[in-house]
């Protein structure tokens, strides 16, 4: 019997001209793991691909309730942004994808796993770390780094010659990866530093020009870190996102244009729609502003790089990211409140901010005098903080030379 290898399957160009190859190279009978991670795709339609393109099997996996709740809320109580910009997207859906990838493997017998990463490129990284994490013993493939491809064209031309009808063209090149969280496109006018995005490569986002006239406003709930709600309404995850990317979506919010630093040392430019997500990340902000003490606030800015730079990095299945969580989640116990948001032609304003477990208190921060703060305490306070100062300058003045008459 021939050995089995599972493919992460996207029926996208790259993973489609996977299956010929690793049939024609390996001669694995290929199981298509594909996962639903909120991507919008014609399921039916991808499983029917795989099959005509030779797999032996198709699993489809539904991951979206998953890939929010145990991946991307926790970065988002962590304040995970990737080089002030990025909100990690398709950094926490790999190691969903790929958890789920070794699940299927080890439960039908395969020895290996396949990926459609490039050699250039984070996601390679990502899957393959997560491989290693989770099941050491399976053998990892990556045509990219094997074939003598070195494009997308050719990739096309592979396609066209084994009868495998992809979406990409030479006129439409972009690379696209889309999930509940973001659509990120890379490749095509992007790839010149120069060039502005075309128009009509933004595709779930309106632009500022196009978005409504008149502001809308939005409220989100949260119960310690997590978001429940959206104006007034208790939502599961998946449909709290969608929601928020539709109200975000049509008031152009959540569009970035980044060159970022890969994992592998290369500079790349992408432009990434996350128009949910960015609505999320600023009410949370403004949450925690409201109810976290200051030397624990400004500790956890420190661990959101970190955390932001572990997801990037591919570095979820490991025992440092589990011991930030630890810490994130405790920083999150008060965390409970609602945020009012004003949206207007992709600008996010704080309309308010209420929590039961506010620490602003009216009396403390109001210039009227109050029997809760006596102003005169902040003398011998701004004394015994100055004293290094004042002792710096002593020594300095004792120091000095005298200037010759």
Not at 99 to 120: D, I, P, S
Not at 162 to 191: F, M, P, Q, Y
Not at 298 to 308: D, G, M, N, R, T
Request: contains cysteine; negative net charge; proline residues 3%.
């Amino acid at each position: 019997m021939p050995e089995k290898v599972v493919l992460a399957y996207s029926g996208g160009l790259d993973t489609s001209i996977i299956i010929p190859w690793l049939r024609e190279n390996y001669s694995y009978d290929v199981i298509a793991m594909v996962a639903d991670v909120g991507q919008g795709d014609d399921l039916e339609s991808v499983v029917e691909k795989a099959y005509k393109t030779g797999a032996s099997k198709v699993i489809v996996e539904d991951l979206r309730d998953e890939f929010l709740s145990s991946y991307v809320f926790p970065a988002l109580k962590a304040g995970a942004v990737y080089e002030h910009k990025y909100l990690l997207g398709t950094s926490l859906a790999r190691p969903v994808i790929a958890k789920h990838q070794v699940e299927v493997a080890l439960r039908e017998g395969a020895t290996a796993l396949a990926h459609g990463c490039t050699g250039k490129g984070n996601d390679q990284v990502r899957f393959e770390l997560a491989f290693q994490a989770l099941a050491p013993e399976l053998k990892i493939i990556a045509p990219w780094r094997e074939w003598n491809l070195k494009s997308r064209e050719d990739c096309l031309d592979y396609a066209a010659r084994h009868g495998v009808t992809v979406s990409a063209s030479r006129e439409k090149i972009h690379s696209r990866d889309r999930n509940l969280w973001h659509l990120s496109h890379e490749g095509g006018e992007l790839e010149d530093a120069g060039n502005a995005p075309f128009s009509t490569t933004w595709q779930i986002s309106k632009s500022p020009q196009e978005a409504p006239d008149g502001e809308e406003q939005v409220v989100i709930e949260f119960v310690q870190g997590v978001p429940v709600g959206v104006n007034g309404m208790k939502l599961d995850a998946v449909s709290l996102v969608e929601l928020l990317n539709e109200i975000g979506g049509r008031n152009a919010i959540g569009r970035v244009d980044i060159v970022e630093n890969r994992f592998v040392g290369i500079k790349s430019r992408g432009c990434y729609e996350t128009p949910g997500g960015t609505l999320l990340v600023a009410a949370h902000h403004e949450l925690e502003a409201l109810c976290t003490e200051r030397e624990l606030m400004h500790f956890k800015q420190h661990v959101a790089l970190k955390y932001a730079e572990l997801v990037y990095y591919g570095l979820w299945f490991t025992p440092l990211r589990e011991a930030l969580d630890a810490f994130v989640e405790s920083t999150q116990r008060e965390v409970s409140g609602a945020i009012r948001l004003a949206l207007y032609k992709g600008n996010v304003s704080v309309i308010s901010r209420q929590s039961e477990h506010s620490l602003y208190q009216t009396e403390l921060s109001s210039f009227t005098m109050g029997e809760s703060y006596d102003q005169k305490d902040a003398a011998g306070f701004i004394r015994i903080l100055g004293l290094p100062s004042r002792s710096q300058a002593r020594s300095r003045a004792e120091s000095k030379p005298e200037v010759a008459q």
